[in-house]
């Protein structure tokens, strides 16, 4: 059975990091896409970032480009969002999840995803 547990939100400043992971067990992910999405309050959940297992292919949604980046342990099946120069608008509740793909083109459906976190909750602000 396939596990995704999140940690590492808090309550950060305008300006400031936070290093996101996820811890997944229950199967091998070799042939899976690791996914980052984020749900604000009354808003719609939204792709954030992408993986691909074995490759380390990347996609990101435009506004995370060049702020936030996706990696992954292997030895530790540990997906991490590293998230620099955080903005209110980022302030979210943050889910990983994986699904069986080897690439991306299905990596900003989050409908597709057949596992999910918990979350963990991200706050910007002053």
């Known amino acids: 059975q396939v596990q995704l547990v999140e940690s590492g939100g808090g309550l950060v400043q305008p300006g400031g990091s936070l290093r996101l992971s996820c811890a997944a067990s229950?199967?091998?992910?070799?042939?899976?896409?690791m996914g980052w999405f984020r749900q604000a309050t009354g808003k719609e959940r939204e792709f954030v970032a992408a993986i691909t297992w074995s490759y380390g292919d990347t996609y990101y949604v435009d506004s995370a480009k060049g702020r936030f980046t996706i990696s992954r342990d292997n030895a530790r099946n540990t997906l991490y969002l590293q998230m620099n120069s955080l903005k209110p608008e980022d302030t979210a509740v943050y889910y990983c999840?994986?699904?069986?793909?080897?690439?991306?083109?299905?990596?900003?459906?989050?409908?597709?995803?057949?596992?999910w976190g918990q979350g963990t909750q991200v706050t910007v602000s002053s």
């Open positions: 229950g199967r091998t992910f070799s042939n899976y896409v």
């Open positions: 999840a994986t699904g069986p793909w080897t690439n991306t083109y299905y990596a900003t459906r989050g409908d597709k995803y057949p596992y």
